[in-house]
């Protein structure tokens, strides 16, 4: 059961680093406003990144991860947050659509892994749980 736990976590934590890791990148764009995921601050590597665009990064995976920005219809991860909320926080609502974009591809992962027997539906809840809590406290 630890096994599932740890190997679960990591793909929930992968999911948030890459996210907030971001890829390549090429060419300016309104970081802010983005009109693809290539445009955004999320595929500009840290290394890249400028203090302020670093600051965004970490504003928006604290926003993300507080409880009831992402919850779990089913066994998958869904972004529930509103586009209201991002506008609250000062973040434009194309990110919800991004963020639940990287979600996908870890649910396709868990879903798998549900498959294999390597993680149980109970398991998705409480690592949410405990992610929320370990980057969701600000």
């Known amino acids: 059961m630890k096994t599932k736990h740890i190997i679960f976590a990591a793909a929930v934590l992968l ?14 764009s309104d970081w802010h406003h983005p009109q693809t995921f290539e445009e955004s601050v999320l595929a500009l590597p840290d290394s890249a990144a400028t203090p302020e665009q670093l600051a965004f990064k970490e504003k928006l995976r604290d926003f993300a991860m507080k409880p009831g920005m992402i919850e779990i219809e089913g066994h998958r991860l869904v972004v529930k947050a509103s586009e209201e909320d991002f506008n609250k926080q000062g973040i434009d609502p194309i990110y919800k659509k991004f ?40």
């Open 99 to 138: 963020l639940q974009m990287s979600l996908d591809e870890t649910n396709d992962g868990a879903e798998q892994w549900l498959k294999d027997g390597l993680i149980t539906e109970e398991d998705i809840p409480r690592m949410l749980r405990e992610a929320q809590a370990e980057f969701g406290r600000k």
């Open 15 to 28: 999911t948030i680093g890459m996210l907030f890791a971001g890829c390549a990148k090429s060419g300016p």
